[in-house]
Structure formats: C-alpha cells, structure tokens
C-alpha cells in the first residue's frame, strides 16, 4: 500500500471514528473480559482487561463509524449485514490476534464469552442506530442518547416477543394460553 493510499486509508478511519461508541464498548468488553478471566487470577484479568480497554477504546469508534456508513447503504439487508456480521467479525478476528500478540492470556472461555457478548451487542448495536441513537455528527449528546436506552433496551427485548405474534400465526402455530 502506498503512502497517499495509507494517508487516505487512516484519515477516512479517523473522520468516521464515532466516540460515544468507543467510550462505551470498551467500558462493558473489559468488563466483560475481567470477568471472563477472573479464574486465571487476578493480575492475568487485569492484563487481559488493560489490554482489552485500550484496544477496545482505540478501534471500537472506527468500527462503529463503519457501522453508521453502512446504515446509508441503498440495500437496508446489506447494511444490517455488515452492522451485525462483517464488523463484529473482523473485530473478533482483530481483537484475538492483539491478544495473542501482546502476550495476554485468552482462553476458550473467554472467547466464547467475548463472542457471545459481541453477536448481541452488534444486535442491540444495529437497533440502537436504526432509531438515531449513538450516532455521530447528528448533534445529539451522549446524555440525550442515554436518556432513550431504557425504552431501547425494553424494545430490544420484547422484539422477539413481538415477532414471535406476528409471525407465529403466519405459519401456523398455535400458542395456548394459560
């Protein structure tokens, strides 16, 4: 690659780097992370989370600014996609390798915990976005975007209950109440 490619490369990377998202993904994966690695003790947890917690903060904005361009996408499917597959996947892919390169320890466990939390929090991540919130460049405050996420969380998790109605009588299915 060359220089003025590199340049072009970093600078779009950096344009699109969204803050809310990076300050709030690297809080709840080092978290999540301590926790995963507590068995190894603590000073490997902490080492797994530092690392985690810098790399996180550092990357999280440019996929989550990779997330938002992909909304404008004219196919709304590839889009959601991209939000929900290609970024977290690359971001798994990403973040396995710092790990392996920094020496911190990672476990089977750990990456399937990481993994799991990952494949939901794009979903939440995807709806989140879809309604306005955690985007860049729109004017709204980190605090005005907090302010929706308890009616976000209660719509994420009743969407499968609601499909599910929808859905259900479509094909057939019968629910007996009570």
Not at 144 to 169: K, Y
Request: charged share 10%; aromatic share 8%.
């Amino acid at each position: 690659m060359t220089a003025p490619n590199l340049n072009r490369l970093l600078t779009g990377a950096l344009c699109n780097w969204n803050w809310k998202c990076a300050l709030m993904s690297a809080a709840a994966r080092s978290f999540v992370c301590l926790v995963a690695m507590l068995h190894a003790g603590l000073r490997g947890g902490v080492a797994a989370m530092l690392v985690e917690l810098v790399y996180v903060t550092l990357t999280a904005g440019v996929y989550a600014g990779m997330q938002q361009r992909a909304l404008a996408l004219r196919c709304r499917a590839l889009g959601n996609l991209i939000v929900v597959a290609g970024v977290p996947g690359l971001a798994q892919a990403l973040d396995w390798l710092v790990h392996r390169v920094s020496g911190a320890p990672v476990s089977g466990g750990v990456l399937t915990a990481v993994s799991m939390f990952t494949a939901v929090s794009a979903l939440f991540h995807l709806h989140v976005m879809r309604n306005g919130v955690f985007l860049s460049g729109h004017g709204r405050s980190l605090l005005n975007d907090l302010r929706q996420i308890p009616g976000l969380v209660a719509g994420f998790v009743l969407r499968p209950f609601v499909l599910f109605a929808i859905f259900a009588p479509r094909a057939g299915i019968q629910v007996k109440n009570g």
